[in-house]
């Protein structure tokens, strides 16, 4: 648990130096990539391959490219359809998503969850009732693909790690992962990216430093490793702690003018169908013991 608290500090800065420093002012492909060519170089020199199997190398490879790669794509291009405490309070649902994968591992399903995603959703229109618009919308889709992506990562994570010797060094193999997240970044930069938008000052470049060898390179690795040493709920709580976190940098640093009490009510919204999903789960976990 000590990894996933130090981690949710250290990420609680990260949405706000994107959304401050880079977002609309730097190529959204071009700071994935960076992050992730970053976080590669630092683990490279520690790789071992012959530690892991080829499928244990795809499969951490395709883990990586999803949860890292397809994910970062999603979340950078939020930022240009919303502001910061939205995109924080939208990955709120990460959690259920975490419990919705768990149920289709076990070959479980329950439509109570359709119920409280489509109050998250409400909670969404909350933030901002007034001027709704198609881009609003756009972002918390785009959002919502991130959250996905975040989720698979870990659950998968989980299941592989789970299937490896207690002794592997994990430390000795965890490039395999920044390797597949390249593999998504790389070919996303050059077909879509923007190379006359890349950083223009020494604090744009030293953000992206700082978000791929500490954000991205430490964080990720440390994160995952925090998650295989926890339960599916103690996860889920900490994913969420994500949010409160990240809000507080944000709004007490950079955005003193937010609008407290919608922003608020939203929120509660949204974490009320979280409340919800979590009575729904402790509710039937006798029944399936």
């Known amino acids: 648990m000590g990894y996933l608290v130090g981690i949710t500090v250290l990420w609680a800065f990260s949405f706000s130096l994107i959304g401050v420093y880079l977002a609309g002012q730097v190529d959204s492909y071009f700071s994935v990539m960076t992050r992730i060519v970053l976080a590669a170089l630092l683990f490279l020199p520690l790789l071992r ?12 490879m395709g883990l990586g490219a999803v949860q890292l790669g397809m994910m970062y794509i999603f979340f950078y291009q939020s930022f240009l359809l919303l502001s910061v405490p939205e995109v924080l309070l939208f990955t709120v649902l990460t959690p259920l998503y975490i419990t919705v994968l768990d149920d289709l ?3 479980r399903f329950s439509p109570f969850h359709l119920l409280t995603a489509a109050l998250a959703v409400l909670g969404a229109a909350v933030i901002r009732y007034r001027g709704l618009d198609g881009g609003y919308w756009l972002g918390f889709l785009v959002v919502q693909g991130a959250n996905l992506c975040f989720a698979l990562g ?6 592989l790690s789970a299937g490896l010797p207690d002794d592997l060094p994990r430390l000795s193999v965890f490039g395999w992962f920044y390797l597949g997240a390249a593999v998504v970044a790389l070919p996303a ?15 744009q470049w030293g953000v992206l430093a700082w ?15 925090g998650a295989t040493r926890v339960d599916a709920g103690a996860l889920a709580v900490m994913n969420n702690a994500l949010v409160p976190a990240g809000l507080l940098v944000n709004l007490l640093i950079w955005n003193h003018g937010a609008d407290l009490p919608r922003l608020a009510l939203g929120g509660a919204i949204i974490l009320a169908s979280l409340l919800i999903n979590e009575w729904w789960q402790r509710r039937r976990a006798p029944r399936s013991a």
Request: glycine residues 12%; hydrophobic residues 50%; aromatic residues 14%.
């Open 154 to 159: 870990q659950v998968g994570y989980r299941r």
């Open 105 to 107: 591992m076990f070959k």
């Open 211 to 225: 978000l791929g060898l500490v954000a991205s390179g430490v964080g990720y690795f440390l994160w995952n490793i």
């Open 189 to 203: 930069f050059l077909l879509w990216g923007d190379a006359s938008a890349l950083p223009a000052t020494p604090l």
């Open 49 to 60: 391959p012959r530690l892991l199997r080829g499928r244990q190398r795809l499969t951490l």
